[in-house]
Each structure stands twice: as structure tokens, then as C-alpha cells.
């Protein structure tokens, strides 16, 4: 289940759910139900960043993953509008792999990594997900794979 609602809020970062997941946790009176909720923000402008919140209901989880986000932020190296080499990262079962692309190109990813190029303001890339199917582990993974980047 992955919806992106794009909004932007009164600190001047844009954000993206990524991922909203419902959770059951069982006690001895029965079940409880919550909400945990994946979202990125950035400025786009080379800021970026990921969290995760739970709560009772979509919106709480929603602003706890914003805040946590928000003070989560990593500065992305860019060269003009792309990035600046290409990288193969992986992290658990997610391989991320992420080239530079001519100007004009466009952002040719799926899923969270679109989502994060366009928060970072990353306007050429081309990418594969390969692996995980989880959307959580492959933003966490794009995150990870554009902080290690060196600029050149």
C-alpha cells in the first residue's frame, strides 16, 4: 500500500509519503491498531531527509515522520542538475544503482527514489531497484547510496 501526497508546510521543506502501513500489535484484551507512516522531505535544493512515525491515527504518524525528517536531513552533492557519478549501494536485501544522466532526461526511477531525487532536486538520474520490493528499504537505501556520494 503506497501513496505520495505531495504538500508543503510553513518550514519550507516539501514532503512525500513514501509509505503508510496499518500495525497490530496483540495484548491480552484483544488488538490494537496503529498507523505507521514513512515520509521524506526535502528543500530542493541538495537537503534531504527520512522518517518514520507511529500513531494512533494517519496524521499524527504523519507529523511525528515529518518532524523526525526534518531533523534527519543530509546535503546531497550534485553536479548541475544530475549526480555526480555513478554508485551501487546496497543495504540489507536492497541494491540501489543510480547514473548521472544527460540534461534533459528526466528522473528515470519508480517509486521512493523518485520521489527523494525530486525533494533533493535532482532533475537527471537514471536508476534501478533491484532485490527488495520494499518501498521503506529502498528509500532508506537511495538516502544512504546519495550521502556516500563524493562530490568530484
Known amino acids: 500500500m503506497r501513496k505520495e501526497r505531495r504538500q508543503e508546510n510553513d518550514t519550507g521543506f516539501d514532503k512525500k ?19 505507521s507512516v514513512v515520509v521524506a522531505a526535502g528543500d530542493k535544493n541538495g537537503k534531504v531527509g527520512i522518517g518514520l512515525g507511529k500513531g494512533t491515527d494517519v496524521r499524527a504518524a504523519e507529523e511525528k515522520a515529518f518532524r523526525q525528517a526534518i531533523s534527519r536531513m543530509q546535503d546531497i552533492p550534485r553536479k548541475g542538475n544530475t549526480i555526480p557519478h555513478t554508485i551501487v549501494y546496497k543495504k540489507g536485501a536492497a541494491k540501489i544503482i543510480l547514473l548521472p544522466a544527460a540534461p534533459g532526461t528526466g528522473i528515470i526511477a519508480g517509486g521512493p ?24 528499504t529502498n528509500a532508506y537505501a537511495t538516502i544512504e547510496a546519495l550521502t556516500k556520494m563524493i562530490s568530484k
Not at 503508510?20 to 490494537?32: A, D, E, F, L, M
Not at 525533494?119 to 521503506?136: E, F, R
Request: proline letters at 0%.
Open 17 to 35: 509519503i513514501i509509505s503508510i502501513r496499518r500495525v497490530t500489535r496483540v495484548y491480552s484484551g484483544g488488538k490494537r491498531m496503529r498507523m
Open 113 to 136: 527514489i523518485r520521489s527523494i531525487m525530486e525533494l533533493a532536486g535532482i532533475k537527471d538520474v537514471l536508476s534501478k531497484m533491484l532485490g527488495a520490493n520494499n518501498s521503506v
